[in-house]
């Protein structure tokens, strides 16, 4: 069974930063393509970083430039690095991954950006 648990969120100053975990488990990790989506108050899911299997990222625009995703097969886990943060960019954030056609998502983590 494919788990995914996210974690490193917060309450965090603007300008300041943080890195979100995913532990990921129950399929080959390698073989997955990971994501990283968030959902602010009021808002709609969105996408805010993908990094495929063969290392090829995309990022939002709103956060080009401010945030990394990155991964470590090794340990089975999906990172986003997070600098700049910025008021807007409150929100629930979810890791994703698709594997074989299906999609996992994980439970959630709370980042608030606030003075």
């Known amino acids: 069974q494919v788990h995914l648990v996210e974690s490193g969120g917060g309450l965090v100053q603007p300008g300041g930063s943080l890195r979100l975990s995913c532990a990921a488990s129950g399929f080959s990790f390698s073989d997955g393509s990971m994501a990283w989506y968030r959902q602010g108050p009021t808002k709609q899911r969105e996408l805010v970083a993908s990094?495929?299997?063969?290392?090829?990222?995309n990022y939002d625009d709103s956060v080009n430039g401010r945030f990394t995703i990155s991964r470590d097969n090794a340990k089975n886990t999906v990172y986003l690095q997070m600098n700049s943060l910025k008021p807007e960019d409150t929100a629930v954030y979810y890791c994703?991954?698709?594997?074989?056609?299906?999609?996992?998502w994980g439970q959630g983590t709370q980042v608030t950006v606030s003075s």
């Open positions: 990094l495929t299997r063969g290392g090829t990222t």
């Open positions: 994703k991954a698709v594997v074989a056609f299906k999609q996992y």
